[in-house]
């Protein structure tokens, strides 16, 4: 300790004499691996030639993505009677894959933008693919309700833009608060990712050796130099569209919730609505983090970036998101025993025991009970169990917005109007083509973006600190 | 700036150590520099003041982004629900501050998110795609694992061979010229 810091005109005397002990943090990057180790970790993945797994994957996710282009084709074509939407039940798969898709984006941004105001460093090594993940389950998200409208070729309609009619947007109504908090989410989430890769473009466009690659990043990278002048706008803009992006994303999945809680159907127009879309969204994402991440983490042997202590906090999350769902679950019921009306009392009842209760109890058992095996440390260091129950909690979470739209809607207050809801094939090619739509655009960004946000990662090295010895 | 400095942007030197370069700015700015950057692979915890930089600017434009886009939410919700096409829906004023919120709010936000990604690029002089720097031998390695200082010819302070010296002083190695 040759220049230790001389900090006894700020700290109580006593302190310099009985030194307080330093708790054992967990590394963050294992090995002690140096800089330019990560640089070649990162820069690699986009340098070498495509590999054989990517290109198959890629075909298949293409063939997949295919379904979705014939279902949209088919329903644009014939009208959206091919859905299985009708009365009573007038919003089924479309919204209910609408929710899903915006619910696993948010992990993205919760990881980006709210684990950075609380400084969990450990955020670094996941941070970039889960904004991509955030911009193209967004993606695949606002196919649903665009489709939806019926007519898709006045999906322009649903912006204040000036049409022959003369007429706008009624800005009363919860589902044009929807298109604005979705396409503020959409801009802003791409805004930040974009932001936040410059510097991991400038560093492959440095060691770019063929005329594209210089070309492609060098015009990306926007001829950032790396200097400390530049960096020190970049945290200030970093931080600020993290703060900007933390009250966004809460708002979304409200907004999301207000599609239903504004609404008198009973099961629907309930308080809890907000928080309890807000904490299934980041559950729902959190699984799909770790259904992309661990996979990616054993090809390109990411051990030492994305580390065990990565893979149980994601699963800790997941499990305190999960319980935090079921408490909702919980909640739910009670208030509609506590509230005396006898359609909210119904409607919950008809969701556990009634036409959809296989629903239900599908929902109940992914989202509450199988991440409650996250207790266990055995659990979370068997990465394939880990990766298992993931599936389930996504399956789990389509469900409770399966469970949600149909059941209120299918079973409402009039016997003599009840039905049930069942999707056409058209629905089914639809939704199954969105992941081979969301698997596409995340192997292009494996592929051509880098993966890590190398700088960040260096940031939390040991070695990155200037007091360091 | 005299005559034999016309061609060259500045005197440049690497470090291979983070606390290295730091000490060094700490130096460079003591001795009164005002053109000069550190640049570095990722940014040091603490450079700014080890540079004496000013706080960034750029949450002035968030702030202007922030507050244009509430009143663009005011203005466009105004206008198309109660100005230029009114109609009652659920019994609701025309117009209010509460019912449009949620529009209100989002368009906040997406305004100082603009505010604040063009104030990055603004005040960062971006994009900028040649700088003599980029013709730097050295300079490539400052996005991998490199520490580098420039000392601009245009301070005041500037001399070639003096400033090579000072680098030289301050532990800085493959010290060199940058050419304009």
């Known amino acids: ?469 | 700036m005299n005559e034999r400095n016309e061609r060259i942007h500045g005197v440049a030197c690497t470090f291979r150590k983070a606390s290295d370069v730091y000490h060094a700015a700490e130096k460079v700015r003591d001795a009164g520099w005002k053109q000069w950057d550190v640049h570095t692979p990722f940014p040091i915890h603490g450079m700014d003041q080890a540079m004496g930089l000013p706080r960034s600017p750029v949450p002035r434009l968030t702030l202007l982004g922030g507050l244009t886009g509430f009143v663009t939410g005011c203005l466009l919700t105004w206008y198309t629900n109660s100005f230029d096409y009114p109609i009652v829906v659920g019994g609701k004023p025309f117009w209010s501050v509460i019912f449009p919120f949620p529009v209100l709010y989002e368009c906040t936000i997406l305004f100082a998110a603009f505010g604040t990604f063009f104030g990055q690029f603004i005040f960062n002089r971006l994009p900028r795609h040649h700088h003599p720097l980029f013709d730097h031998p050295q300079f490539a390695r400052v996005s991998d694992d490199t520490f580098m200082i420039v000392l601009e010819a245009t301070d005041p302070n500037f001399h070639v061979d003096e400033s090579r010296n000072f680098l030289q002083s301050l532990g800085g190695q493959e010290i060199t010229i940058v050419r304009d």
């Open chain 1, 1 to 469: 300790m040759a220049h230790a810091p001389d900090h006894s005109s700020e700290r109580p005397a006593i302190l310099d004499k009985v030194r307080p002990a330093e708790l054992p943090r967990s590394p963050l990057i294992l090995n002690n691996r140096g800089f330019h180790w990560i640089t070649d970790k990162v820069c690699g993945i986009v340098e070498e030639p495509t590999p054989l797994w990517w290109k198959v994957t890629f075909v298949v996710a293409l063939f997949i993505a295919s379904f979705t282009f014939i279902g949209l084709t088919y329903l644009v074509s014939t009208g959206t009677g091919t859905w299985g939407l009708r009365s009573p039940v007038g919003w089924g798969w479309a919204i209910v894959n609408f929710v899903f898709w915006v619910g696993i984006g948010h992990a993205g941004t919760l990881i980006s933008a709210i684990l950075c105001l609380l400084r969990q460093k450990w955020r670094t090594s996941i941070n970039r693919a889960a904004e991509a993940m955030t911009i193209f389950a967004v993606m695949c998200a606002g196919l649903f309700p665009l489709f939806h409208v019926g007519r898709v070729w006045f999906g322009w309609w649903l912006f204040p833009l000036p049409n022959q009619n003369g007429i706008w947007p009624q800005f009363r109504s919860p589902l044009e608060w929807d298109v604005f908090a979705v396409s503020t989410y959409f801009t802003v989430s791409a805004l930040f990712w974009y932001m936040g890769m410059i510097p991991d473009l400038g560093a492959i466009r440095d060691r770019a050796t063929t005329w594209w690659r210089k070309t492609f990043y060098g015009v990306l990278a926007m001829g950032w130099r790396n200097g400390n002048r530049q960096w020190s706008n970049f945290e200030m803009a970093y931080l600020l569209l993290a703060g900007l992006s933390t009250p966004l994303v809460l708002s979304v999945h409200t907004i999301v919730s207000f599609d239903f809680a504004v609404s008198n159907v009973p099961g629907w127009h309930t308080t809890i609505f907000p928080p309890y879309f807000v904490a299934g969204a980041i559950f729902s994402g959190f699984a799909m983090v770790l259904t992309l991440m661990l996979p990616l983490r054993a090809i390109y042997r990411l051990h030492d970036v994305i580390n065990q202590y990565h893979i149980d906090n994601m699963c800790k999350i997941i499990l305190a998101t999960g319980t935090m769902v079921g408490y909702a679950y919980a909640t739910e019921f009670f208030i509609a025993a506590y509230s005396g009306n006898a359609y909210e009392k119904f409607a919950f009842i008809n969701r556990a025991f009634g036409q959809y209760a296989w629903a239900y109890w599908i929902m109940v058992s992914c989202n509450v009970i199988t991440p409650q095996l996250f207790w266990f440390k055995k659990v979370r260091e068997n990465h394939a169990l880990v990766w298992i129950i993931c599936l389930f909690v996504n399956v789990g979470m389509w469900f409770e917005r399966f469970v949600i739209t149909v059941t209120s809607l299918a079973n409402d207050y009039l016997p003599s109007s009840w039905g049930y809801y069942s999707p056409t094939i058209v629905d089914i090619f639809t939704f199954f083509g969105t992941f081979g739509f969301f698997s596409v655009l995340f192997l292009l960004f494996i592929r051509f973006l880098p993966l890590l946000p190398m700088a960040e990662v260096k940031m939390v090295t040991p070695q990155a600190d200037p007091h360091a010895h």
